[in-house]
């Protein structure tokens, strides 16, 4: 008898050994998360709400500048543990190489779908300036709407920075017949289309800009126009005439393989979390038309929106 009690004394101390062990291996690492801010509002912004909600679970958290690009590669080193704005048609290709080569895991998708298309403010449409859109045949009859004081007569397409896309506008341009009555520019930056889109809208003229969603215009109302549809192959590069328009894509999160492991409470909460188009905008229009610093914008957003963070958490 007196054996029997001894080994189930034991069994019972070996027990709660095993939970106590397991319990502290369940505990997320002291650690920081590295969290990479990149150069554009909703970026910028969720990796402070993400942060947010990090600290929230007892974690430390830093933030580093990181490249659009180089940053899954830093993923993959461990020198950045996750993305949270992973653009299908933008990092598709860097993401998936660093996955390849191995140390990047696929950490989910967001609600919100994306798109980087031309387009036009929402007033165009409703004031119908240019009948017709946002069907692209309808600027074979309104270029003049968009013309400009540098756009020598001819309807003006306002793209963004030429390294983003290189020439597939003046090349869409060209395919769908336009190239005789618009041209395009490149603009300087995200800031110069956005000042122009500001000036438009107070002047009340037509304009059509290069813009993405989700994005901070996703509030103020913008709308994209209808190019033929993408298809693989459509494009020049890619052998074909280069008229199409561009590819409805995933918004995806990416960690490094450690996180489940050092950190599994953030990174559970990480995996669930998905935000919509609206929800993005709304981060990015507290910057971009709130004008508060991202710090600031991340926790007002946070403090009004704890209904829809906090089940991620639980």
């Known amino acids: 008898m007196k054996n029997l009690k001894n080994k189930v004394a034991a069994a019972t101390l070996s ?22 801010t990149h150069n554009w509002s909703s970026q910028v912004v969720m990796a402070y709400v993400i942060g947010g909600i990090f600290e929230s679970l007892g974690n430390n958290v830093e933030y580093v500048p990181a490249d659009s690009q180089a940053v899954y590669e830093a993923i993959r080193n461990g020198d950045v543990t996750i993305s949270h704005e992973v653009w299908q048609s933008t990092f598709g290709a860097s993401f998936y190489n660093a ?23 929402r007033y165009v449409i409703d004031n119908n300036l240019c009948p ?43 395919a769908l017949g336009l190239g005789d009555s618009y041209t395009v520019k490149f603009a300087g930056s995200a800031d110069a289309i956005w000042a122009e889109l500001a000036s438009a809208k107070k002047e009340g003229r037509g304009i059509i800009t290069f813009n993405w969603t989700p994005n901070f215009t996703d509030a103020d109302g913008f709308v994209f126009i209808e190019f033929p549809s993408y298809k693989d192959g459509c494009r020049k590069a890619d052998g074909g005439d280069g008229s199409c328009g561009s590819p409805k894509g995933w918004l995806k999160k990416a960690a490094n393989y450690k996180f489940p492991k050092t950190h599994p409470k953030a ?32 926790k007002k957003w946070l403090a009004d929106n704890e209904a829809v963070w906090k089940p991620f958490t639980e």
């Open 99 to 121: 996955m390849e080569k191995g140390g990047v895991i696929d950490a989910g998708t967001h609600e919100a779908a994306t798109l980087e298309e031309m387009g036009v403010p």
């Open 267 to 298: 990174y559970k909460t990480f995996s669930r979390l998905s935000f919509s188009t609206e929800q993005i905008g709304q981060m990015a229009s507290l910057v971009d038309i709130g004008k508060l610093s991202h710090q600031d914008a991340a």
């Open 132 to 174: 017709g859109l946002p069907n692209w045949e309808a600027l074979k009859s309104c270029p003049e709407v968009f013309a400009t004081a540098d756009s020598g007569g001819k309807g003006r397409w306002l793209e963004g920075p030429q390294s983003w896309h290189g020439d597939l506008m003046p090349v869409r341009l060209d």
């Open 15 to 36: 027990l709660a050994l095993t939970c106590a062990t397991s319990a502290a291996f369940a505990e997320d690492s002291s650690k920081p998360i590295v969290i990479p």
